[in-house]
């Protein structure tokens, strides 16, 4: 993303106010809790990125 028109700043501790652009993740994500949840066999979920993107949020 182009830190000009990045809407955040990062900062330790500090959530942004939405997850912009984050839905297939949401929803990835959610799915291996559900199956973890129901005692399924799940891979490991690594996310990447630049620094101050919102890997941690």
Same mark, same amino acid.
Request: proline fraction near 22%; charged fraction near 25%.
């Given at each position: 993303m +182009?830190?000009?028109?990045? !809407?955040? &700043? !990062? =900062? &330790? =501790?500090?959530? @942004? @106010?939405?997850?912009? =652009?984050? +839905? =297939?993740e949401l929803s990835a994500f959610d799915v291996v809790l559900e199956r973890i949840a129901h005692s399924r066999p799940e891979r490991s979920v690594v996310l990447t990125g630049l620094r101050g993107v919102g890997k941690t949020v």
């Open positions: +182009d830190p000009v028109r990045n !809407p955040y &700043a !990062p =900062g &330790a =501790g500090q959530r @942004p @106010p939405e997850l912009a =652009g984050r +839905d =297939g």
